[in-house]
């Protein structure tokens, strides 16, 4: 079994943009709680900067 690219990262966290299927998600973000590990994935720099300020 090959190792398919998550849903979430299909998407852009803050605007919901579609991305390409082909690419790699121009900005990943990795965040680390204490016990949980996430990954966003966003079209461009402005959207994860609103993501971060958002939060
Ligand atoms: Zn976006």
């Known amino acids: 079994m090959t190792s398919e690219r998550p849903e979430f990262w299909n998407y852009c966290a803050h ?3 579609e991305l390409g299927l082909d690419d790699w998600p121009p900005v990943v973000e990795l965040v680390h ?3 949980d590990h ?3 994935s ?3 720099d402005g959207c994860k900067a609103a993501w971060n300020r958002s939060e």
Do not use: V
Request: glycine fraction near 8%; charged fraction near 25%.
């Open 33 to 35: 709680d204490i016990d």
């Open 38 to 40: 996430s990954i966003y």
């Open 15 to 17: 605007c919901g943009a």
């Open 42 to 44: 966003f079209c461009d």
